[in-house]
């Protein structure tokens, strides 16, 4: 199961293969998802559980203590922090 925070790979829709952060979980089925580019954290977009791919990754400390505190994330701060996860990844691979 997701929780807040987790990264997730979209597998299916238009904007399949991107990666995005779970912003909120809606009920069993549904979870609210951003990457700041894309979908805006303002406006994240409802997804099918089902239609999502677990990563081994979380957002850093420092995101994580912001979402926790209630402090407002910015879309800048979430592209970044995503795009740095997803760049270590490919380069270990």
């Not at 998802?33 to 990563?55: F, Q, V, Y």
């Amino acid at each position: 199961m997701f929780q807040i925070a987790d990264l997730v790979v979209s597998v299916s829709g238009r904007d399949k293969e991107r990666v995005f952060m779970v912003t909120e979980i809606l009920d069993s089925n549904y979870v609210l998802i951003a990457d700041g580019a894309l979908r805006k954290l303002e406006k994240p977009k409802k997804k099918k559980i089902k239609h999502l791919k677990e990563t081994q990754f979380v957002l850093n400390e420092r995101i994580l203590s912001k979402i926790s505190e209630g402090k407002k994330l910015t879309n800048a701060e979430l592209r970044k922090a995503i795009r740095s996860l997803w760049d270590a990844e490919s380069e270990e691979k």
